[in-house]
C-alpha cells in the first residue's frame, strides 16, 4: 500500500468505503495471525520519571502526584498471579526511571525467566545500550518504546530531550533488535500538531522497520501537563490538517496497521478502551488487533500510574480485568491466546526449556 493510498484512507468518511477497510484488515489478521488474542499480563513497576513529556501525566514535573517504585516481592506476587491467570507474557512498564538501577533489574528478569515459561517485555523508556544488553542476557526477550510521532518537530517540542543526550527513539529502537529483542513500538494518534501526513508517514515507518509490535491508542489530555492546558492551543494545525484523536481515526490506524505490517503483535490498546469502555477493546479486535495487556499492578499503585484521565480499568482488581477481558475475546467469537505469542517464534531461552 503506497503513502497515497494510507492517506486516502486515513481520510476517509464514508462509512461503506470504511467497512471495506475493516473487513479487509480482519481478514488479514485472520489469515496471518489467526484468532487467538494474547494477553500480557501489564505491572506498572514505578511511576518515578526524569522526562519532561508535554503529553503524559506522570511527566517529572508533574506536581502532587505520589510517586512509588514497586519492590521486588511485590513484582513476584504480580508475576505469580500472570501465571496462575495463564497469561504468556509479562509486560513491566515505568517512567524513565534511573532508580530502577541495571542489577535491580536484570535480578528480576533472571528470576522471572529461571522461574516462570513467560515471555519477558520491558517498557522502561530510554535507557543505555549496557542496560539492555544486561537485561537481554538475563533473559528479556522484547522492549516496547513507542516513538510517538515520526515528525521530528512535534517530537522535540513534546519530547524534551535530556540535558547533553539527544533522544533518538529510532536509533535506540534498532540498536534494541540488534542486540536481540523483539521490538515494540507506536504512536499517539491526535496529538496537537500532528498531521494526516505525519501520521500516514508513521504507518509507513511500522512497515519500514518491520516492527514486531504496534501500539497506538488516542492522545488524551491529561491535567498536569502542558499539552492539557491553554498551552496546547498554540500545537492545533488547521482543522483540516490536525489529525482528531478520536475512536474513528485510532481503529482507522489499527486497521491500515495490520493491512501494512501482516503478521505483527497488534495490541488493543487501554487508551482506546479509555474513549470507548463499551466496545473500544472489541472494535480493534475485529478490526487488526490480536493482542490486550490486562493491568495487573496492585489496585493502590495502579490509581498512582495516572498518564492520562479517566484511564480504563485504574480501580479494577486483576481478576476483574481478567473476567473480563476473557468475556469480550469470547463475546467476538475469538479464543484466548496459548503460550508467549511471539511475533519471531519462540525465544531461544523458552525454547531450552
Ligand atoms: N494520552 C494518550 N497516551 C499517552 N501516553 C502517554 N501520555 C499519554 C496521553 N496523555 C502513551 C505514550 C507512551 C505510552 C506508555 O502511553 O504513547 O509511550
Ligand atoms: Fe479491566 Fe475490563 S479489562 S475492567
Same mark, same amino acid.
Given at each position: 500500500? =503506497?503513502?497515497?493510498?494510507i492517506? &486516502?484512507?486515513?481520510?476517509?468518511?464514508?462509512e %461503506? +468505503?470504511?467497512?471495506? /477497510?475493516?473487513?479487509?484488515?480482519?481478514?488479514? !489478521?485472520?489469515?496471518?495471525?489467526?484468532?487467538?488474542?494474547?494477553? &500480557?499480563?501489564?505491572?506498572?513497576?514505578?511511576?518515578?520519571?526524569v &522526562?519532561?513529556?508535554?503529553?503524559?501525566?506522570?511527566? %517529572?514535573?508533574?506536581?502532587?502526584?505520589?510517586?512509588y517504585?514497586m519492590?521486588?516481592?511485590?513484582i513476584?506476587?504480580?508475576?505469580?498471579?500472570?501465571? !496462575?491467570?495463564?497469561?504468556?507474557?509479562?509486560?513491566?512498564?515505568?517512567?524513565?526511571d534511573?532508580?530502577?538501577?541495571?542489577?535491580?533489574?536484570?535480578?528480576?528478569?533472571?528470576?522471572?525467566?529461571?522461574?516462570?515459561?513467560?515471555?519477558?517485555t520491558?517498557s522502561?523508556?530510554?535507557?543505555?545500550?549496557?542496560?539492555?544488553?544486561?537485561w537481554? =542476557?538475563?533473559? *528479556?526477550?522484547?522492549?516496547?518504546?513507542r516513538?510517538?510521532?515520526?515528525?521530528?518537530?512535534?517530537?522535540?517540542?513534546?519530547?524534551?530531550?535530556?540535558?547533553?543526550?539527544?533522544?533518538?527513539r529510532?536509533?535506540? /529502537?534498532? !540498536?534494541? &533488535?540488534?542486540?536481540?529483542?523483539?521490538?515494540?513500538?507506536?504512536?499517539?494518534?491526535?496529538?496537537p500538531?500532528q498531521?494526516?501526513?505525519?501520521? *500516514?508517514?508513521?504507518?509507513?515507518?511500522?512497515?519500514?522497520?518491520?516492527?514486531?509490535m504496534?501500539?497506538?491508542?488516542?492522545?488524551?489530555?491529561?491535567?498536569h501537563? %502542558?499539552?492539557?492546558?491553554?498551552?496546547?492551543?498554540?500545537?492545533?494545525?488547521d482543522?483540516?490538517?490536525?489529525?482528531?484523536?478520536?475512536?474513528?481515526?485510532?481503529?482507522?490506524?489499527?486497521? /491500515?496497521?495490520? /493491512?501494512?505490517?501482516?503478521?505483527?503483535?497488534?495490541?488493543s490498546?487501554?487508551?482506546?478502551?479509555?474513549?470507548?469502555?463499551?466496545?473500544? !477493546?472489541?472494535?480493534?479486535?475485529? +478490526?487488526?488487533a490480536?493482542?490486550?495487556?490486562?493491568?495487573?499492578?496492585?489496585?493502590?499503585?495502579?490509581?498512582?500510574?495516572?498518564?492520562?484521565?479517566?484511564? *480504563?480499568?485504574?480501580?479494577?482488581? %486483576?481478576?476483574?480485568?481478567?473476567?473480563?477481558?476473557?468475556?469480550?475475546?469470547?463475546?467476538?467469537g475469538?479464543?484466548?491466546?496459548?503460550?508467549?505469542g511471539?511475533?519471531?517464534?519462540?525465544?531461544p +531461552?523458552?525454547?531450552?526449556?
Amino acid at each position: 500500500m =503506497e503513502k497515497d493510498e494510507i492517506l &486516502r484512507w486515513l481520510r476517509e468518511k464514508d462509512e %461503506a +468505503r470504511l467497512e471495506e /477497510l475493516w473487513v479487509r484488515a480482519d481478514g488479514v !489478521r485472520r489469515a496471518c495471525v489467526g484468532d487467538e488474542v494474547h494477553l &500480557r499480563g501489564l505491572v506498572e513497576i514505578s511511576n518515578y520519571c526524569v &522526562r519532561q513529556c508535554r503529553y503524559c501525566g506522570i511527566n %517529572a514535573c508533574s506536581q502532587g502526584i505520589t510517586r512509588y517504585r514497586m519492590n521486588r516481592q511485590e513484582i513476584i506476587e504480580c508475576i505469580h498471579e500472570i501465571v !496462575r491467570f495463564g497469561y504468556g507474557s509479562v509486560v513491566m512498564q515505568s517512567g524513565e526511571d534511573p532508580g530502577l538501577s541495571r542489577s535491580f533489574v536484570s535480578d528480576l528478569v533472571r528470576e522471572i525467566s529461571a522461574t516462570t515459561d513467560l515471555a519477558i517485555t520491558l517498557s522502561l523508556g530510554e535507557r543505555e545500550d549496557e542496560d539492555l544488553r544486561d537485561w537481554k =542476557e538475563a533473559g *528479556a526477550d522484547r522492549y516496547l518504546l513507542r516513538f510517538e510521532t515520526s515528525d521530528p518537530e512535534l517530537y522535540r517540542k513534546i519530547h524534551p530531550s535530556l540535558p547533553g543526550k539527544t533522544s533518538d527513539r529510532f536509533s535506540q /529502537l534498532e !540498536r534494541m &533488535r540488534d542486540i536481540g529483542y523483539e521490538i515494540g513500538t507506536g504512536v499517539m494518534v491526535g496529538i496537537p500538531g500532528q498531521s494526516w501526513q505525519t501520521l *500516514a508517514q508513521d504507518i509507513e515507518i511500522f512497515r519500514k522497520y518491520d516492527m514486531d509490535m504496534i501500539g497506538v491508542g488516542p492522545f488524551l489530555p491529561s491535567p498536569h501537563t %502542558a499539552l492539557g492546558g491553554p498551552e496546547a492551543a498554540g500545537f492545533y494545525l488547521d482543522p483540516e490538517d490536525q489529525v482528531p484523536n478520536d475512536e474513528l481515526t485510532t481503529l482507522k490506524v489499527v486497521a /491500515l496497521t495490520r /493491512l501494512v505490517c501482516p503478521a505483527s503483535n497488534i495490541p488493543s490498546t487501554t487508551a482506546l478502551a479509555t474513549i470507548d469502555p463499551e466496545s473500544g !477493546r472489541e472494535l480493534a479486535l475485529t +478490526r487488526g488487533a490480536n493482542v490486550v495487556m490486562p493491568n495487573v499492578t496492585p489496585p493502590h499503585y495502579r490509581v498512582l500510574y495516572e498518564i492520562y484521565p479517566g484511564k *480504563a480499568c485504574i480501580h479494577e482488581t %486483576a481478576q476483574v480485568c481478567r473476567n473480563c477481558m476473557e468475556r469480550r475475546i469470547h463475546s467476538i467469537g475469538r479464543v484466548l491466546g496459548k503460550g508467549p505469542g511471539g511475533r519471531r517464534g519462540i525465544s531461544p +531461552r523458552l525454547a531450552a526449556k
